[in-house]
T-cell receptor, first 107, second 112 residues
């Protein structure tokens, strides 16, 4: 069975402050991990995936297999980062999501 | 530009009705998914399909069924709608492997 856990439902930070969204997973095979984002009144869309090892909109995420984590980080939050963030795991054909974290960036 | 289109944005149905939610994608993706999105619970997988006429149960399939007769279309069926099926339903499609899933705009279903 595969499972994704996002322990924080809500996260509020000030503009310019660092932000970290936690994600832990359980999966017996080699995981494929993603972060998706949903801005207000927009579709859910891919933010980044672990295999790309790239920074998107200033966000990075590192896969830690020992801790089974894939936390999302940004050193300086911007107001436009306010959104709902979902961690996702692809196992075989199944794509599972966590409960999501709502991020609010305050001026 | 990938398009995943859900047939309705808003739907109101009565308890006991049979409800069809349709999803069409135009990128020849093998995999298609149906989720429901509820506050505090995130996206929960109802059913998915990795090929035409193939379907697999997700985490919460009870009360739902699906149909995939053509590659581009994946239908979610509520056999007898109940009030606890009031939710936002999201359809997604994607290729097999470590690739992006593309989402539809969602259907907000209210069962009264």
């Amino acid at each position: 069975a595969q499972r994704v856990t996002q322990p924080e439902k809500l996260l509020s930070v000030f503009k310019g402050a660092p932000v970290e969204l936690k994600c832990n997973y359980s999966y017996s095979g080699s995981p494929e991990l993603f972060w998706y984002v949903q801005y207000s009144r927009q579709r859910l869309q891919l933010l980044l995936r672990h295999i790309s090892r790239e920074s998107i909109k200033g966000f990075t995420a590192d896969l830690n297999k020992g801790e089974t984590s894939f936390h999302l980080k940004k050193p300086f939050a911007q107001e436009e980062d306010s959104a709902m963030y979902y961690c996702a795991l692809r196992g075989d054909y199944k794509l599972s999501f966590g409960a999501g974290t709502t991020v609010t960036v305050r001026a | 530009d990938v398009k995943v289109t859900q047939s309705s944005r808003y739907l109101v149905k009565r308890t006991g009705e049979k409800v069809f939610l349709e999803c069409v994608q135009d990128m020849d993706h093998e995999n298609m998914f149906w989720y429901r999105q509820d506050p505090g619970l995130g996206l929960r997988l109802i059913y998915f399909s990795y090929d035409v006429k193939m379907k697999e149960k997700g985490d919460i399939p009870e009360g739902y069924s699906v149909s995939r007769e053509k590659k581009e279309r994946f239908s979610l069926i509520l056999e007898s709608a109940s009030t606890n099926q009031t939710s936002m339903y999201l359809c997604a499609s994607g290729l097999t492997g470590n690739t992006e899933a593309f989402f539809g705009q969602g259907t907000r279903l209210t069962v009264v």
